[in-house]
């Protein structure tokens, strides 16, 4: 036992000695993040650190870890460290305010735009040329379209897509509750694979070569344009969908620990300046800022967007009516069917 | 036998330690994570369990599962056992090399394994290309899945019967061969009992391998609800939703259903060697 204590003391007085050292030397951050913002934020983080220099502040580095939304979710209410979490839905963060109690309830109030710096929305990415001719979600549920989707119960962007598919029939002349069942079940019908992620997904139709039509996030759609050819995909895009808001926020409880909180508030400020903006919009995300969504509005085509708290009323009530166990997504697969 | 003291001399001394550091060791790697496993499924009720366990789509999956781990494990034992014997008896050129591939499975990162069989295997694939106008689908249905739980399970197999097999003594066969047996009646009477038990062990390992398999498979499976959805994706569809009691409830069934197996080919194979001696 002896040995260990005086190990352990020795530690403790380390630590005591080395924390205030540390805090005017480097300071470090955890952005724990979903898959498609990795370039996005590799990008900010460079952008941020001079900026935090020029205001002063000492040299920044800030870390990121990147995977499905929900798994980035668990890790943090399991302790992993991060500082900031910019996640796919508001739905992962509001179960680590819940779950883990590691932020305040009302976590989304605390910036502007429900906490959304930036927004996406859902496209079509078909082959080029459109050759099954996809305009709009009608065409979606034709008996000779093959439609690749993820799973929404374990991937975050799918949501996104069945709600956006849910939101369009619903808002049709005579669009009920039953009717945007019956055009949702016949959408899923067309799906021939239901990847876990929507990077599996984006892989299953452009590599694979599977299915008529992707629905994809907007800046997942650019992307695998641009990385993979003009010459083989182009985007559709419908004329209704949802507004995707992928929020951020700080992680109260490990911030006020590691001391952190002043650079990581301003972190997450900083997306919402003309110069953060601007990154967002590179990579294609939607600019919240008039004037930057302005000037890259020749990038994003104006499309109707109706938003989850006035379809669906807020993530808790969508997640719990469709995509819980026994929901309607559920039952669009249950057995006999 | 059973009345041996348990503390005898032995040549090698430090029996206490070396056994209290084998309880210590798996303890701490194997039964500490299990027991977790039972105290969060705990916190669920009996008709909670059941209703978590037995749903249809669990229940679907369970056969996806079982099935093509069962299968894929039948035709390892098989072709493993071919394969093994080549390395052994036959001399090939670049035997060496034929032997460490053998492993590659084992050393490969199975998300790597899946997404290169899922391109081989799709329909614009190496191999699917030519399967797809036949009419057989492999990628993005149940049959992928099946040669996902092949590829990755080939190894156990080899590895445990390759050392029996070397041990076997050719002079055995010999002497068959001069008492007047056939080819097929020495592998049958003579090899064959002989191998059974590893045979036997390897097929475990792989069925079991199979049915823990996820990295692999999901790249390859198409996910489909009822259809080709394995278990261990529901345990992540559950932990998704933040279900941690119900994806530990359902790891649990997956817990004793291989521990059963286990036990059932453990029995087989005491049976087995009985009947050889």
């Given amino acids: 036992m002896k040995p260990i204590k005086t190990i352990a003391a020795a530690a403790a007085a380390f630590l005591a000695l080395a924390a205030p050292l540390g805090a005017r030397a480097e300071v470090s951050l955890l952005n724990v993040s979903y898959d498609p913002t990795r370039e996005l934020y590799q990008d900010y983080n460079a952008a941020f650190a001079a900026h935090w220099k020029g205001k002063g502040g000492g040299p920044v580095t800030v870390k990121q870890s990147h995977g499905g939304s929900g798994k980035q979710a668990r890790a943090v209410i399991d302790g992993l460290e991060a500082d900031v979490v910019t996640l796919a839905l508001a739905y992962d963060i509001d179960e680590i305010a819940g779950k883990a109690k590691l932020i305040p309830a009302n976590w989304q109030k605390r910036l502007p735009h429900n906490s959304s710096p930036y927004t996406s929305t859902i496209v079509f990415l078909v082959r080029k040329g459109n050759p099954r001719n996809i305009r709009d979600w009608n065409d979606l549920v034709r008996p000779d379209v093959k439609v690749i989707t993820p799973n929404p119960k374990t991937s975050g962007g799918a949501r996104w897509n069945y709600l956006a598919a849910w939101g369009y029939a619903l808002k049709q002349k005579g669009g009920s509750e039953a009717t945007a069942r019956d055009f949702v079940t016949r959408l899923y019908k067309n799906v021939p694979v239901l990847d876990s992620g929507a990077r599996g997904a984006t892989t299953t139709f452009v590599q694979r070569g599977q299915g008529d039509v992707l629905l994809a996030w907007e800046n997942e759609a650019f992307l695998a344009v641009n990385e993979l050819g003009k010459d083989k995909f182009q985007i559709v895009v419908p004329s209704v969908s949802i507004l995707a808001e992928p929020p951020v926020t700080v992680v109260d409880k490990v911030v006020d620990r590691k001391g952190t909180r002043a650079v990581a508030e301003a972190y997450l400020k900083y997306l919402y300046t003309p110069a953060g903006q601007e990154i967002a919009a590179k990579h294609y995300y939607r600019p919240i800022d008039k004037n930057v969504a302005a000037k890259y509005a020749p990038v994003f085509p104006k499309v109707k967007l109706f938003t989850i708290d006035d379809t669906f009323g807020g993530w808790q009530a969508a997640q719990k009516k469709h995509f819980a166990d026994g929901g309607v997504f559920d039952r669009i697969y249950g057995p006999g069917k | ?277």
Wanted: charged share 15%; glycine share 8%.
């Fill in chain 2, 1 to 277: 036998m059973a009345t041996r003291p348990i503390t005898r001399t032995t040549v090698i001394p430090g029996f206490g330690p070396a056994l209290g550091y084998t309880v210590f060791y798996l303890s701490l790697v194997v039964l500490l994570p299990l027991s977790a496993l039972a105290v969060k499924t705990a916190s669920l009720t009996w008709g909670e369990f059941l209703a978590t366990v037995a749903a249809p789509r669990v229940l679907a999956s369970y056969r996806v599962t079982f099935g093509a781990a069962l299968a894929a494990a039948g035709v390892n034992a098989v072709f493993g056992l071919l394969v093994a014997w080549v390395l052994v008896r036959y001399r090939v050129p670049g035997k060496r090399l034929i032997d460490a591939l053998v492993d590659l499975p084992f050393a490969l990162p199975t998300a790597v394994a899946g997404i290169t069989l899922s391109s081989v295997y799709a329909a614009n694939g190496w191999i699917g290309r030519f399967l797809e106008p036949r009419g057989i689908e492999v990628a993005f249905t149940p049959l992928g899945i099946f040669v996902a739980m092949t590829f990755i399970g080939l190894p156990f197999v080899v590895r445990t019967v390759q050392p029996v097999l070397e041990e076997l003594e050719e002079e055995i066969e010999e002497a068959a061969a001069c008492l007047g047996a056939t080819r097929w009646q020495t592998f049958r009477r003579v090899l064959f009992p002989e191998l059974f038990p590893a045979a036997l062990t390897g097929f475990a390992l792989a069925f079991a391998r199979g049915v823990g398999e996820y990295g692999s498979i999901i790249f390859i499976a198409g996910n489909m609800p009822m259809v080709s959805e394995i278990t261990p994706l529901l345990i992540i569809t559950k932990l998704e939703q933040y279900d941690y009691a119900g994806a530990t409830a359902i790891a649990t069934v997956m817990l004793l259903f291989s521990f059963l197996m286990l036990l059932a080919v453990n029995l087989l194979q005491k049976w087995s060697r009985r009947h050889a001696a």
